[in-house]
C-alpha cells in the first residue's frame, strides 16, 4: 500500500509535467490547428534563461519570473516570425514548419550557447526530501505537484471565467464564427501562444529543477511523450492532453516499478507501444473533440 | 492483379532513365568521391520514395521511415557481418541468431531486412491505419522513438548505443541503382494502382472518398507496408555503404534530413521525391565541406557546427512559406511530358437490378445525448422515381440521409437496402450495395483530374476485366463534363462541380441516389441544367433519387413523392400536389396563424 500510494505520487508529479506540455501543445493547437514541435525549444529557453538569471546573481524566484516571461515573449516571437506566414495553411504544413523551426533553434543553441549540459545552481532549499506519514517526497517533486495543479486550476479559472478565456475556448470550437463576431484573430491566437508559452515554460523550470542542468536537447523527449499524450486525450481537446499526460506518467512510473530489471531499458518504447494500442479502441483519443463535421 | 497503366510504364521508365544514366557517368567517367555521393543519392533515393508511396498518397506526413531505415540495416548487417568478429562485438547473441548470423552476401541480408521491415510495418500498420491527419503523423513518430529505444535496448543484438562494425562495405551506385529502380517502379506503379489512386483520393476527402467504395483504413495500410519495405532495403544498402552505424544514425537527423528530400520536390509525385532527393544530396554535401570551417573568397568562416541542419531546415520553410506543392508540383513529369491518349467511355453505368432495388426506411430514430433528432420515421424509396426529403431547418434531413448511408447508425429501427441493414456494414461498403450520395458542402478531391475523382468510385465497383476509367468516362457523359475530364478538379465552375459529384455517385452503378442539397448555390441556368440531368438519371437508368432541397420550387418541379420532416417526426407523405395542399405541412413552413389567414 505505501509502496503503491509512493509510486502513485511519483506518477502524479512526472504526469504532470507531461500534462503541462500536452496542455500547452493542445491550446494552440485547438486554435490553429498547429502540433508545435518547438514546444520543447520554449523549455530549452526557458532553462537557459533561468540558468544565465542566476549566474547573474538574481535571486531565485526573480530568476524563475523571467524564465516564464522569456517562455511567453519567445513563444510570442515564434508565432509571429515563423507561424503567422502558414497560418491557415494545412495541418501538413504546419507541422513541417514547426519541425524545421525546432531544428533550427538546436543548431542555434548549440553554437550560440553550448552543445554541452550547463550545471544549473538550484537552492538548496529544493532539493530536500519530505516525510509525510511513511511516505517520502522530493521537495521538488512534491512543488510540481503543487505548481501542475496550481497551473491546471488557474488556467481553467481563465477560460471559464473571463472574457478572453471564453473567446478562447469559442476559437477553439469555431474559428472562423468567433472572426465573424469581431474578435481580433491576431489577438485570440496571440493569447494562445502566450498561455502555451507560459505551460512551457514552468514545465520547462519543473524538469531543470529535477535536473540540475540544461542542454540544447533538453526539450526534445518530454515534448515528444506529450505529443503521444495529447493524441491519447484526443488532439485539441484540453482535459484531454490533461487526462492523456498523467496516463502516460502513470503507465511510465508503473513500468519503472514493476518491469523485470531486463526489460527496464524497453521502458519507454512499452510506454508508447501501450498507449498506441488505445487507440487501436478510441482512434479519436480518450476524450476526443466533439466536432460536428457537416457532410 | 494491379493495374499496371501505360501511364505508369511511361513514368518508370522517364524516372529511370536519368538514373541510370548518373550511375554509368558517376562510376565510368567521375572521381571516386562523386561516385560515393551518386551512391548515396540512389540508396536515399529508395528511402524518400518508401516515404512517398505512404505520405505522398495518403497526405500523413511520416517520422516513422528513418526508422524502417535503422530496421533494414540493422536486420541486414546481422547477416552480412564478418563471422571473425561476430564472437568479439556480439559475445551475447540468443543461440538462434548466432545460428544464422554473418558471413551472408549483401542480397541475403536485404531479405532480412524486408523480412524485418515488413514484418514490424504490417504490426504497427495495424492501429497506425485506423489514424488520420495529425494524430497519424505524431503515431509514426512514436514509431520511430519505439524502434529507437528497441535497439539501444537490445545491446545484445545490436551493441546498443554502441557502434555496429564489421559490416562489409561494397555499395557501390551499380549496386545501389537496382534497388533504387524496383523502389521508383513501386511507387510509380503504385500510384495509378486502385489503391493508389484510392488513397490519393482519401487524403484529399476521407469522408467522400469512403462514400465512394474506399476501404480507407485498409489503403493506408497498404501503403505503410510497401513504403516500409521500401525504407528498409535503402536503410540495408546505407549500412553497407558505411559500414559501421550506431542507432542514432536512424534517428532524428536522419528524418529531418528524409522529409526535406520528400518535400522540396513536392510529396504529392514520385518525380518531386526523385528530383528533391538530388537537390538536398547536393546541397548537404556543400554545407558539409563548410561546416569545418573553411575559406570563402579570401574569408575564413569559423567552424559552424550543424550548418547542414539549418540548411535543410531554411528549405523546408522556404518551401512552406512560397511553393507548398514542391518544385515539381501535383503531377507526375511523365503526366506533363507525355499526356495520355483520351479514354473512350465504355460500358454502362446501369445498374445490374435498378428494376428491382428496395431502399426502405423501417422506424428509424436517433438521439444525440437527449436531443431527439429523429423519431420513428418510414417511409420507401422507390426505383425510377424521385422522393424528396424536405422540412424547416433543424427537420432532422441531414441526420436522415446520414443514417441512410450509414455514416451515423440510427439509435432505433433500421434502414434496409435491397435487404441489408446499412448500419451492420462498414460505411465504405454502402456504396458498394448501390447506394451513391452527394454532399450538401461539396466534396471532391480537389486536386485530382476529373476522370480520377470519378474513377476512384468506378474502380469499387468495377467487374474484373472491365476498364474503370471507361466506365467514369461514361458517368462524365451523362452530367455533359467528358471535354473537361483531364482538368483538375477544384478548376470547374461551381455548377461543374456539382454535376461532378453526380458523376462520381453514378459511377458506383447506384441502384439509389442520395443528393443532398444539390441545387444550393445554384444560379437559375445552373438549377436547370441539373433537374435535366438528374431527370435524365431517372429515366434512362432506372435509379432511384432521393433528393433533400430547400428550393420547393426546384422539388415540386422534380419529385414524384414527396416525404416531410419536422422537428424529427415525419408529418406528412404523399405527391407534390397532395403536399402542397396539405395544412400541416403549411403549418411547419410558415407557422399556424398565417396559415390559418
Redesign the interface.
Known sequence: MEIFLQQLLNALSLGGTYALLALGLAVV?SII?L?NFAHGELMTVTGYAVCFALIWGMPFPLAVIAGLGVAMTAALLMERV?FR??RG?????L???S???S??L???F??LIS?RPIPVSIPASLSGVVTIGPLHLGMIQLISIIVTLAMLLGLNLFLHRTIAGRAMRAAAEDFAVLRLMGLRANSVVATAFAISGLLAGVAGILWVAQRGSVDPLMG?LPV?KA??A??IGG?GSLSGAVAGGFLLGFIEVILQAYLPESLL?????FA??L???V??FR?Q?LLARKTL??? | MPRIGKQAVKGCLTLALPLIALAIIAEFFMPASYARLTALYLIYVSAVVGMQIYSGNSGIISFGHAGFMALGAYGSALLTIQTSLLSTSLPNLPQWLAAIAGGHSLWIGMLGALAVAGLVAVLFGLPLSRLSGSAASIATLGFLVIVHVTLVASADITRGSQTFFGIPRGVSAFVALPVALIAVALARIYRDTKGGLALRAAREDEIAARASGVNVTRERFIAWVLGGLASGAAGALLAHFLGAFSPKDFYFNLTFLLMSMLILGGMTTVSGAVGGTALIVVMVDLLRGLEGGSEVLGVALPQMFGLTDVGVGIVILIVMYRLRDGLFGLREVDERLFPEAKVTAIGAIEAPSAGKASLEVHGVGRRFAGLVALENVSFTVRPGLVTGLIGPNGAGKSTMINAISGVVPPSSGRVLLNGTDTAKIAPHKVPMRGLGRTFQNIRLFRNLSVLENVTVAADSVAQSGEDSRALAMAALNVVDLQDLAERPANSLPYGAQRRLEIARALALRPSFLLLDEPAAGMNPAETDALIAVLQKIRSDFGIGLLVVEHDLKLIMRLCDHIVVLNKGEMIAEGTPEEIRNNATVIEAYIGKRRAAA
Do not use: E, M
Not at chain 1, 89 to 93: F, H, L, V, Y
Not at chain 1, 265 to 269: H, M
Open positions: 493547437f490547428g502540433i515563423a506566414p502558414v495553411a494545412s495541418g501538413t504544413t507541422l513541417l514548419t519541425f524545421a523551426v531544428a533550427i538546436r543548431v542555434l548549440q553554437n552543445a526534445a515528444l505529443f503521444i495529447a493524441i488532439l531499458p524497453y521502458r519507454d518504447a508508447i507501444l498507449v498506441i494500442s487507440l487501436l482512434p483519443g463535421v457537416k457532410l
